[in-house]
């Protein structure tokens, strides 16, 4: 499984962006994907996941705020209210079979 990334950059606080990753490659029976993101000096910690089922799990520092939505080939991250304390990298994750799959991660700098 491979998964491009985009939709990263700068954003004044309470504007909005929208993040997406692609999997491509033998992608049938994907579980889940999600996104994570991780700041300078912190652990990478969950954003959002929704499953194949459509269970969605958004955390609390960004629910109301983020939606996940995906078809399990795409799956996009939209930010809105955004804060500077969303500032970090982004990361696609695909659960397939047991396994993580990691995208490269994507910087997503909130700043005026």
């Known amino acids: 499984v491979q998964l491009l990334e985009s939709g990263g950059g700068l954003v004044q606080p309470g504007g909005s962006l929208t993040l997406s990753c692609a999997a491509s490659g033998n992608i049938l029976g994907i579980a889940a994907m999600g996104w994570y993101r991780q700041a300078p000096g912190n652990q990478r910690d969950l954003v959002a996941v929704?499953?194949?089922?459509?269970l969605t799990t958004h955390a609390e520092s960004v629910e109301g705020r983020f939606n996940i939505s995906s078809d399990m080939k795409t799956v996009n991250l939209r930010m809105n209210m955004m804060k500077p304390e969303d500032t970090a990298v982004y990361y696609c994750d695909v659960r397939h079979f047991g396994l993580d799959y990691w995208g490269q991660g994507t910087q997503v700098t909130v700043s005026s």
């Open positions: 929704i499953t194949s089922g459509g």
